[in-house]
């Protein structure tokens, strides 16, 4: 069961693949993870992706490619896996496609969160951060108790930089620009399923689950 999940920032693929990871029992990939655990690791491919970092560098898709490929390959994959972030581009996924290729294999589903730029903009912009504990409130679905009051620890809440709406409405051009065109590369290969993301998470989840079985 091979998977990727797109959508856009805020969408809510990342909560939708941590909930496929624990019903399925196979990993939950992100960039970021592999990132930081060939760094850790100080692999050769975490060296290269290090160099990269250092000087401010985007890391290029093909060695951007190599290290998802790398941990495909893990004992974990055996029964699939859920890749989070990546591809993020075209380039990235025809990369991908040709490394799967070369082992007979093939993304199976490739899972779209459909959800509308202004109810990502609102969803994302009324989140409030305990500057403490880190605990995620939102103004209009989850309030605190107390306004600006975290309920676990009682720190303050703040609206972080990342979930301004300027911010947010950036994010989603990039999107846009770069990782939208993935929906009808996978739609061509024939691995897509589009799903209402403004349904509850819960619905949303349902869907997933009756597509993969």
Known sequence: MKIIMLGAPGAGK???????AQA??????????????????????????QE????????????????????IHKDDCEKGYILDGFPRTIPQA????????KDGEKIEYAIDIEVPDENI??????????KDCGAIFHVQYNPPKK????DVCGGELVLRDD????????????YHEQTAPL?????EAGSLHEIDGTQDIKVVFEEIKSILG
């Open 121 to 130: 903009i609102n969803r994302m912009s009324g989140r409030r951060s305990c």
């Open 183 to 187: 929906i009808a590369h996978y739609k």
């Open 24 to 49: 399925y029992d196979i990993p939950h990939i992100s960039t970021g993870d592999i990132f930081r655990a060939n760094i850790k690791e100080g692999t050769e491919l975490g060296k290269k992706a």
């Open 163 to 174: 979930d301004k709406a300027e911010t947010v409405k950036k994010r989603l051009d990039v």
């Open 52 to 71: 990269y970092m250092d000087k401010g560098l985007l890391v290029p898709d093909e060695l951007v490619c190599d290290l998802v490929v790398d941990r």
């Open 14 to 20: 990342g909560t939708q693949a941590k909930q496929i």
């Open 147 to 150: 306004e600006n009051c975290c």
């Open 94 to 101: 025809n990369a991908l496609d040709e490394a799967l290729a």
